[in-house]
T-cell receptor, first 111, second 115 residues
Framework: GENVEQHPSTLSVQEGDSAVIKCTYSDSASNYFPWYKQELGKGPQLIIDIRSNVGEKKDQRIAVTLNKTAKHFSLHITETQPEDSAVYFCAARGYGQNFVFGPGTRLSVLP | SAVISQKPSRDICQRGTSLTIQCQVDSQVTMMFWYRQQPGQSLTLIATANQGSEATYESGFVIDKFPISRPNLTFSTLTVSNMSPEDSSIYLC????????????FGSGTQLSVL
């Protein structure tokens, strides 16, 4: 079955700097890759997603890139702000399959 | 997206008791799921809640321990039965809103502590 790895497990950046979180997946049939942000005491919030027929997608300060050949995808956050501090989860899903989530990255943005 | 309400938001329970968690969505959805998030961990799928029929459980989860109901397209319950401290987790309801739409949305979760 699918296996999703995520790095780093923790990440600290200065406010205004960029943050990058990387995930790798094992099943080449996976075709949908969302990213979630989870703040303390809240459920995961979908922040951006990408399908396998697209290499990059941007939404304001966040972007996701996908390399199907290498089977990895990354979340990029630019101009980080303290409110970006949270746990971020990546996930992968193949057609007709359930989502498999990565172990999470705790991002701290230092003022 | 959909507005997903979970009740209770948190509870502290005694060993051996059961707790039923409710999930209400503000619109009809195609699929509803229940996830568990153990402390500091990622999300693990417990089961898919099927409308009008028995839920589909993932490996390691059984109906006797986690009975699930889904009487209609907007509501589901998860019961955690005969609880032990190992059941202390966040339980999350999630939904997919329409056929062909991959997006998965989560409720705010139920923080369960078992003493």
């Amino acid at each position: 079955g699918e296996n999703v790895e995520q790095h780093p497990s923790t990440l600290s950046v200065q406010e205004g700097d960029s943050a990058v979180i990387k995930c790798t997946y094992s099943d080449s049939a996976s075709n949908y890759f969302p990213w979630y942000k989870q703040e303390l005491g809240k459920g995961p919030q979908l922040i951006i997603d990408i399908r396998s027929n697209v290499g990059e997608k941007k939404d304001q300060r966040i972007a996701v890139t996908l390399n199907k050949t290498a089977k990895h995808f990354s979340l990029h956050i630019t101009e980080t702000q303290p409110e970006d501090s949270a746990v971020y989860f990546c996930a992968a899903r193949g057609y007709g399959q359930n989502f498999v989530f990565g172990p999470g990255t705790r991002l701290s943005v230092l003022p | 997206s959909a507005v997903i309400s979970q009740k209770p938001s948190r509870d502290i329970c005694q060993r051996g008791t059961s707790l039923t968690i409710q999930c209400q969505v503000d619109s009809q959805v195609t699929m509803m799921f229940w996830y568990r998030q153990q402390p500091g961990q990622s999300l693990t799928l417990i089961a898919t809640a099927n409308q009008g029929s028995e839920a589909t459980y993932e490996s390691g989860f059984v109906i006797d321990k986690f009975p699930i109901s889904r009487p209609n397209l907007t509501f589901s319950t998860l019961t955690v039965s005969n609880m032990s401290p190992e059941d202390s987790s966040i339980y999350l309801c999630s939904v997919r809103t329409e056929v062909g739409n991959e997006k998965l949305f989560f409720g705010s979760g139920t923080q369960l502590s078992v003493l």
